[in-house]
């Protein structure tokens, strides 16, 4: 079928009529049930494709701006802010320095060290504490009667 001609058809429908045949065709086809779905409810929400933004070559204007940032404004030179200027993280090379790499596990350790303490009371750490005593109480005990089982086993 030519596309002129079912548009013109198709234009020359209401609203009703248009959504009536959509939704007819869309049930008959498995791979069109986004178009049931948005027939089901006509009077619907509306949404509509996000524009897009045009992506500008552009250079940035730096006149008036200094080269160096002022002193004492806890910014270096690279872009990155906060921490201890005066010391970097990364050699030259980009290799991590010994410091960084110690702070940085000494962090994740805090971090574990936390979680399992943090885990212990929890609902659950709790339950599987008392289950530990408990269980352990019992093995006492048992080994208690084990013990005296024996123990008047001999005197016999």
Same mark, same amino acid.
């Given at each position: 079928?030519? *596309?002129?001609?079912?548009?013109?058809?198709?234009?020359?429908?209401?609203?009703?009529?248009? $959504?009536? $045949?959509?939704? @007819?065709?869309?049930? !008959?086809? *498995?791979?069109? %049930?986004?178009?049931? !779905? %948005?027939?089901?409810?006509?009077?619907?929400?509306?949404?509509?494709? $996000?524009? %897009?933004? *045009?992506?500008?070559?552009?250079?940035?204007?730096?006149?008036?701006? !200094?080269?160096? *940032?002022?002193?004492?404004?806890?910014?270096?030179?690279?872009?990155?802010?906060?921490?201890?200027?005066?010391?970097?993280?990364? #050699?030259?090379?980009?290799?991590?320095?010994?410091?960084? $790499?110690?702070?940085?596990?000494?962090?994740?350790?805090? #971090?574990?060290?936390?979680?399992? @303490?943090?885990?212990? @009371? #929890?609902?659950?750490?709790?339950?599987?504490?008392?289950?530990?005593? @408990?269980?352990?109480? %019992?093995?006492?005990?048992?080994?208690?009667?084990?013990?005296?089982?024996?123990? #008047?086993?001999?005197?016999?």
């Amino acid at each position: 079928m030519d *596309p002129s001609i079912a548009r013109d058809a198709l234009s020359a429908l209401t609203d009703a009529e248009i $959504v009536a $045949v959509v939704r @007819e065709v869309a049930d !008959a086809r *498995p791979g069109l %049930a986004f178009l049931a !779905a %948005a027939c089901a409810d006509p009077g619907g929400e509306v949404l509509r494709p $996000v524009e %897009a933004f *045009p992506i500008l070559d552009a250079e940035a204007d730096t006149s008036g701006v !200094a080269s160096s *940032p002022a002193s004492g404004t806890g910014f270096s030179g690279t872009g990155l802010s906060g921490g201890d200027v005066t010391r970097s993280d990364y #050699t030259d090379d980009g290799v991590p320095t010994y410091d960084a $790499v110690r702070e940085k596990i000494e962090g994740r350790f805090g #971090t574990a060290i936390g979680s399992a @303490e943090l885990a212990h @009371e #929890t609902p659950a750490g709790k339950s599987v504490e008392q289950q530990w005593t @408990e269980r352990e109480k %019992a093995a006492k005990a048992r080994l208690d009667e084990i013990r005296k089982s024996m123990g #008047t086993f001999g005197d016999d």
